[in-house]
């Protein structure tokens, strides 16, 4: 099954007005435009601009329309659309097979289809089913899908001030006066458990998902935690952006599944949920493993966990460099673990 | 080589952490002046500073403990 479109990126000329800017100042919007933006932005699937024209000018333009807030890292330049598409991915880390162009020209849709044949074309003649398709309807929409646009833009601006910032990279994330709570996953936050499972790749230990009707029965089961992060900080709210769930075992514990959205990549999130899986562990005097199933995206869970003292339990390691290969990880580090000096965590007692 | 090396182990360190001089044989873990999350990010500017790919074997917390160790583990994937 295709992934659900996760950006749709517009071209601005014959596609979001009639007319050509450069030529006639006086473009109009299409009819509807507005409605079906504002509807995919509560989707929660956003939205960016690749569009040839004068930055400035056409900048001005969706100002005056009002819907110059739809827009992450707009691309407005006389350069390839395919590579403005790259660089909206690159910003906002998502994979192009999640991506939707939508275009008036031809020419522009096959330069794109060239270059990236997995992201979804759009003839700008049928933006009017575009709310139907089925790619761009979201399997739930939580309140953290409505808020989504909202937190990349707080991203961009946190990402502003790093830029300018001059300590090191530990000061620059105490600034930002992070607050992490772990928490039991309790019927309400479903949704989102749900939707973290289907949107995650990259930081996905396992890649597992579940039916509702298991969440539910992993929620009340004594033998499993099952957590839930939030993460704040003072730029605004993350809303819920990881989980964890921890099998308990006689003899052991261990991690079946591990993700975070990418959102808060590079923020120490998995650290802080496995340093809690130690402490836990640790003060139960049970073993700690972690299931792990390599896949072609989420290497960097890999190295988290192998860094942080889990080693691969069985015969000898091999170069196991290929796919869809599960290995059980048991944490033997003999060093002292706590939590990042930058994240303030709560979480439920060990 | 090896001076090379544990001259931008040292300079990708400061970068990331405000510590004072890290000698080349402090245990970088036991000192806590590498969290998993730095550990993390240093696998990742290794690889992209000295074109490796660092097999799954060998990446772990031993390889990567010290400055010391950092320049022998990569000298050692190099000349693979």
Redesign the interface.
């Known amino acids: 099954m295709a992934e659900k479109i996760k950006c749709v990126v517009w071209d601005l000329d014959n596609t979001l007005w009639k007319g050509i800017l450069a030529e006639d100042h006086s473009v109009i919007l299409k009819p509807g435009i507005k409605e079906i933006l504002d509807v995919l932005d509560q989707r929660g699937i956003l939205q960016s601009v690749s569009s040839k024209n004068n930055h400035e000018d056409a900048m001005k333009k969706l100002g005056e329309f009002g819907i110059q807030q739809y827009f992450l890292y707009p691309q407005i330049s006389w350069g390839s659309k395919a590579e403005a598409i790259n660089i909206i991915a690159e910003k906002l880390n998502i994979s192009l097979d999640t991506f939707a162009f939508v275009d008036d020209d031809i020419t522009e849709r096959e330069e794109v289809r060239f270059s990236h044949p997995e992201v979804l074309l759009i003839d700008a003649n049928d933006i009017h089913s575009i709310l139907d398709m089925e790619r761009l309807n979201p399997v739930s929409i939580t309140q953290d899908a409505k808020n989504r646009r909202i937190l990349y833009q707080s991203e961009e601006q946190r990402k502003h001030e790093e830029e300018s910032f001059t ?5 620059f994330l105490k600034t930002l006066d992070m607050k992490l709570t772990l928490s039991k996953v309790v019927p309400g936050d479903l949704n989102r458990v749900e939707e973290l499972t289907l949107r995650t790749h990259q930081l996905n230990s396992t890649g597992y998902t579940y039916s509702y009707e298991e969440l539910t029965r992993l929620i009340d089961s004594e033998d499993h935690l099952f957590l839930i992060a939030g993460l704040k900080d003072r730029f605004g709210d993350y809303g819920k952006i990881g989980i964890c769930l921890l099998e308990k075992q006689e003899d052991r514990y261990t991690v079946k599944l591990l993700l975070m959205s990418c959102r808060v990549m ?3 999130i ?2 802080a949920f ?1 340093i809690y899986c130690i402490k836990l562990a640790q003060s139960q005097n049970k073993d700690l493993f972690a299931e792990f199933l390599h896949t072609d995206r989420n290497r ?1 869970m ?3 966990y ?4 889990f ?2 339990e069985g015969e000898e ?5 290929d796919d869809s290969q599960q290995v059980l990880l048991k944490y033997t ?1 003999k ?1 002292h673990k ?1 939590f ?1 000096s930058y994240l303030d965590v709560k979480a439920p007692d060990c | 080589m090896m001076d090379d090396i544990k001259q931008k182990v040292r300079s990708f360190l400061s970068k990331n952490k405000s510590t004072e001089q890290i000698k080349d044989d402090d245990d970088l873990f036991e000192k806590g002046f590498v969290d998993s999350l730095f550990s993390l990010q240093l696998i990742m500017y290794l690889e992209k500073e000295f074109r490796l790919r660092i097999k799954n074997k060998d990446i772990n917390e031993d390889n990567f403990r010290s400055i010391d160790k950092i320049a022998e583990t990569v000298t050692r994937l190099k000349k693979k």
């Open positions: 300590g090191s990279k530990e000061e590079n923020k120490g998995g650290t496995l960097v890999y190295i988290t192998k860094m942080m003292g080693e691969e390691p091999g170069d196991t460099d580090s060093h706590d990042p």
